[in-house]
């Protein structure tokens, strides 16, 4: 189908002085240039891969290349209707002429636009996933979008369009009403066309935020290696950095990432500034223990090491989980408010109690042995006991038992306070 706009109303509404004239031909230039993108992506991709598959040329099924496509048949169908009525408004176009009813009418089908966008990121990584598995279809659809016709756009680029085109009616409608009298026969039906386009548009931008998401996801695991798995429900939601601190009381920075499911942490491993993969904790086993002050407290405690290069534990919190349970300091009391509420919303719950590894106490808090006093040194060892995280001496932490939040199969050493405790 031609979708040729008359030349004698184009250069009419081209030449008007009047704002609202040449938005409409706006709406229909850009619907025009919408609908041959959708034949383009029907035509030029969707047939030659059916080909493909049937031709044994391709290792995907017919119905995985349909489904790459869905609606978008019955999409063009609906825009080339609404394109056929603009048309022709637009060649009777007067002061009074009504554009809102057609744009109206297109209500029922945006439920089709929806349907569209909620698939929309299946299908990316249906495509993605199948042109790892099979090596010819890469160079294949490649070679599609090198035909004159593909206006030099890629098939994900083409996927896209529908998900882009009720934005871009919000735009071009917002536009419109602004330069339409509110006492002009059209600025009612323009207002509820404009408002049913806002809900849809909500909804998709939520759609589309979700797969920015997860390709930020997929990003981040590639620059570490993908050290592991990354399945297709995981999302970043919020990434930085934090010092991490070990069991001798030593902050080293670490790159923290919180995706949807797990929370991630690397360090820096060259002069390169690479970042190497360290550990990952499941957000359903983490819990989290903040360091609450009130503002003299943290006034008096900020006056008394600001001339030190030590990092203030009011910036810190406690990322407790089984096996290991740690602390960590954000640079400034606002990041730390923003990683707590951050990791609290991805964790969807506040202040539960879970079973966690205790965090370890760091080595230099302590000189002696805090169950019988022996000072620590070459001879005497500073131990960590498992359960509750202490130091102790060897005489006082040479105890073992099972600690399933840190090990459920096998038996851990523990301060001979904690084997007393759980014998009670």
């Keep these: 189908m031609q979708y040729a706009i008359p030349e004698t109303a184009s250069a009419r509404l081209r030449e008007s002085a009047e704002r609202r004239d040449r938005i409409l031909l706006e709406i229909v230039t850009s619907e025009k240039t919408y609908l041959s993108g959708l034949v383009v992506c029907l035509q030029l991709f969707k047939g030659p891969l059916l080909k493909g598959v049937a031709a044994g040329e391709l290792g995907v099924g017919q119905g995985v290349v349909e489904g790459w496509f869905g609606v978008?048949?019955?999409?063009?169908?609906?825009?080339?209707?609404l394109f056929k009525e603009l048309i022709g408004k637009l060649n009777d176009w007067n002061d009074t002429q009504l554009v809102g009813d057609v744009i109206y009418h297109l209500a029922p089908y945006l439920k089709v636009y929806r349907q569209y966008t909620e698939s929309y990121e299946d299908v990316i990584n249906s495509l993605t996933e199948c042109q790892l598995k099979d090596e010819n279809l890469g160079p294949f659809v490649d070679e599609l979008s090198k035909h004159s016709d593909?206006?030099?756009?890629?098939?994900?680029?083409?996927?896209?369009?529908?998900?882009?085109?009720?934005?871009?009616y919000v735009l071009l409608l917002q536009d419109f009403l602004h330069h339409t009298s509110p006492s002009h026969p059209d600025y009612a039906n323009l207002q509820k066309s404009l408002d049913l386009m806002k809900e849809v548009a909500n909804y998709i931008n939520q759609a589309i935020a979700l797969s920015e998401s997860r390709k930020k996801a997929i990003s981040a695991i590639q620059s570490l290696g993908n050290p592991i798995d990354n399945p297709p429900h995981r999302r970043l939601l919020f990434e930085g950095w934090l010092k991490k601190e070990n069991k001798r009381g030593i902050a080293k920075r670490k790159k923290f990432y919180l995706f949807t499911d797990i929370l991630l942490y690397a360090k820096e491993y060259s002069v390169a500034a690479n970042l190497k993969y360290c550990k990952h904790i499941e957000l359903t086993k983490m819990n989290l223990d903040v360091v609450r002050v009130d503002s003299q407290e943290q006034e008096e405690f900020v006056s008394s090491v600001q001339q030190t290069n030590k990092p203030l534990r009011i910036h810190g919190f406690t990322i407790q989980a089984p096996k290991k349970s740690f602390f960590v300091y954000a640079e400034t009391?606002?990041?730390k408010h923003q990683w707590v509420e951050e990791?609290?919303?991805?964790?969807?719950r506040r202040d539960e109690d879970l079973k966690?590894?205790?965090?370890?106490?760091?080595?230099?808090?302590?000189?002696?042995?805090?169950?019988?006093?022996?000072?620590f040194g070459f001879f005497n060892r500073r131990h960590h006991c498992r359960k509750c995280g202490t130091l102790a001496c060897s005489a006082c932490s040479a105890y073992k038992?099972?600690?399933p939040e840190v090990d459920d199969k096998n038996d851990v050493r523990v301060c001979k306070g904690c084997l007393a405790e759980t014998k009670k």
């Excluded at 990791?343 to 969807?348: E, F, I």
């Design 356 to 375: 966690s590894a205790a965090t370890w106490v760091p080595d230099h808090v302590m000189k002696a042995c805090p169950l019988c006093y022996a000072e």
């Design 72 to 81: 978008m048949e019955l999409l063009l169908k609906v825009n080339e209707a």
């Design 401 to 403: 038992m099972r600690v």
């Design 333 to 335: 009391i606002e990041e």
């Design 150 to 168: 593909a206006m030099n756009l890629s098939l994900p680029s083409l996927l896209i369009l529908p998900v882009q085109r009720i934005p871009r």
């Design 343 to 348: 990791l609290q919303k991805a964790m969807g």
